[in-house]
């Protein structure tokens, strides 16, 4: 079947240090990935939008200078939170799909804690 | 605005009893999907269900598609039903928006 992986699932930093969380899919073609936040006590909210091959968009509020994603390849993403501060605690959550399929499957999240 | 409501934004049940969350969505959605977020945060994808009614276990989702609006019923909860529920929709593009989410307490 097709999973998504996430790591870590768990992590902290110090504050003003920048953290790098890694995406694979596993079982299917991860072309499109996206990248989705929940801020404590709020919503997933939309990151950025990846496409193998193709540029990154990213949506208002985030910008590749804050969070610089690589989607090198059909299984694997990642993001890194550069410079991580208090507002940017939550859970980091990865969808990917295929192609123009309309399922997506998610990981379980990469949980930040920033000190 | 918000383009996903989900009501009621909370609500505790005793064990057994039958839950109805309601997901009302701003514009018209090609694809309605329902999770569930534990307490530790993990995100569980329920049923995807864009119009119609979808069965899985205990869980039946109805989606009326002209009526922008979709309800997830889960019967005779368990404590281990407690959680987050989310509605997200997304229309022509892919990206999900999701609702602030029902939280589900069942009581033992």
């Known amino acids: 079947g097709a999973l998504v992986y996430q790591y870590p699932r768990r992590t902290i930093c110090k504050s003003g240090t920048s953290m790098r969380m890694e995406c694979q899919a596993v079982?299917?073609?991860?072309?499109?990935v996206a990248w989705y936040r929940q801020s404590p006590q709020k919503t997933f909210e939309l990151i950025a939008l990846?496409?193998?091959?193709?540029?990154?968009?990213?949506e208002q509020n985030f910008t590749q200078e804050k969070f610089p994603i690589s989607h090198p390849n059909l299984s694997f993403s990642s993001m890194t939170v550069l410079n991580a501060y208090l507002e940017d605690r939550g859970l980091y959550l990865c969808?990917?799909?295929?192609?123009?399929?309309?399922?997506?499957?998610f990981g379980p999240g990469t949980r930040l804690l920033v000190l | 605005g918000q383009q996903v409501q989900q009501s009621p934004s909370s609500l505790v049940l005793q064990e057994g009893e039958n839950a109805e969350l309601q997901c009302n969505f701003s514009?018209?959605?090609?694809?309605l999907q329902w999770f569930y977020q534990s307490p530790g945060g993990s995100l569980v994808s329920l049923l995807s269900n864009p119009s119609g009614t979808k069965h899985t276990g205990r869980l039946t989702s109805t989606t009326v598609t002209k009526e922008r609006r979709s309800s997830l019923h889960i019967s005779s909860s368990q404590t281990t039903d407690s959680g987050t529920y989310l509605c997200a929709r997304s229309s022509g593009s892919w990206q999900l928006i999701f609702g602030s989410g029902t939280q589900l307490t069942v009581m033992p």
């Open positions: 969808g990917a799909k295929t192609g123009g399929a309309y399922t997506q499957y």
């Open positions: 514009s018209t959605a090609t694809q």
């Open positions: 990846s496409t193998v091959n193709s540029a990154i968009k990213y």
């Open positions: 079982g299917f073609q991860a072309t499109s």
